[in-house]
């Protein structure tokens, strides 16, 4: 059985569409088409019904589906045990998000090889949809998002109450005067919708990113204004290059891991608490942050995200 072809077909069957899945696969929708064409054609069953508003599973594609995973997971298996290196007995896969590897992700890292020494390490990055098909092949078997998509075989938990503070590279910056120095960043569809609600003044500044805390860089070699989560800002804050600004919203954001329900038991207490005793050093400096800013404001707090966004 073809790999690709089980890939495209599990990413057809998350997205519901093949133009998506064209997207995400970094192909065209005539091949996406070509190859679940060609699968089905090997089973002899309709995988999806085609429609204007996208692709549906049949009962067959629904069936399949896992077997597909299974598949999959057992080759992503046998393909990284092959890969450990010498001097390594067992291997770990861990995603993230661009915003969580400074000073969440590297520190699970060094975290774990100190308690496993014996644990291969590999790190993937990417944006949510890219780790959750991953975590769905089995290519990474544990990631931490700000947004999970639930997937038959993933287990999600929040570990981390991030909050997105506004903060500014010059003293005594107001959101009423903000205007021209603000870098919107964009962290996701509820974050835009909420942000416009509260700071629609703010809300065509001009200049938008979509890239987390990687456009803390950009901001800390400019006068600019921006979100940013309160546990990345603290260094900052603690070297006087970035001030928070009172009286400006916070959103809450928060983080969550998400376990595949196959990860060998022993790697996985071992890199759940690892990663907790992490995430707490990571929460305790978000809240100095948030103490420092409800000293000079009024407390603002708007609700972002909550349980009902997994799907």
Do not use: C
Request: aromatic share 10%.
């Amino acid at each position: 059985m073809d790999i690709t072809l089980l890939k495209t077909f599990l990413e057809v069957a998350a997205s519901g569409s093949f133009v998506a899945s064209a997207d995400r696969l970094y192909v065209t929708q005539s091949a996406v088409s070509l190859r679940i064409q060609r699968l089905e054609d090997s089973l002899g069953k309709p995988l999806f019904t085609r429609s204007r508003a996208g692709a549906e599973l049949t009962s067959a594609g629904r069936e399949f589906e896992k077997y597909a995973l299974s598949m999959i997971r057992v080759w992503e298996e046998a393909r990284q045990q092959v890969a450990i290196p010498e001097g390594y007995t067992r291997s770990l896969t861990i995603g993230a998000q661009y915003s969580l590897w400074p000073r969440l992700g590297f520190r699970w890292v060094d975290a774990l090889q100190a308690r496993l020494p014996d644990l291969n390490v590999r790190a993937e990055l990417g944006m949510p949809d890219r780790l959750t098909r991953f975590l769905m092949e089995g290519v990474m078997q544990a990631g931490l998002l700000y947004m999970p998509q639930l997937r038959p075989g993933l287990l999600a938990e929040q570990i981390l109450a991030e909050e997105l503070v506004m903060v500014a590279t010059f003293p005594d910056a107001a959101v009423e005067t903000i205007y021209d120095d603000y870098v919107f960043i964009d962290w996701g569809s509820e974050f835009v919708v909420a942000h416009a609600k509260e700071l629609p003044d703010l809300t065509n500044p001009g200049l938008t990113f979509a890239l987390g805390a990687l456009a803390g860089e950009y901001v800390l070699n400019r006068r600019a204004a921006a979100y940013l989560p309160a546990r990345y800002v603290k260094v900052h804050l603690d070297s006087g290059r970035m001030f928070l600004v009172p009286d400006a919203p916070r959103f809450p954001y928060p983080v969550w891991a998400v376990w595949r329900e196959d990860l060998d038991p022993a790697i996985k207490q071992a890199a759940r608490a690892t990663l907790l005793t992490i995430a707490k050093g990571a929460e305790a400096a978000g809240a100095s942050v948030i103490d420092a800013l409800r000293d000079i404001s009024e407390d603002h707090i708007v609700e972002v995200l909550g349980d009902d966004h997994l799907q």
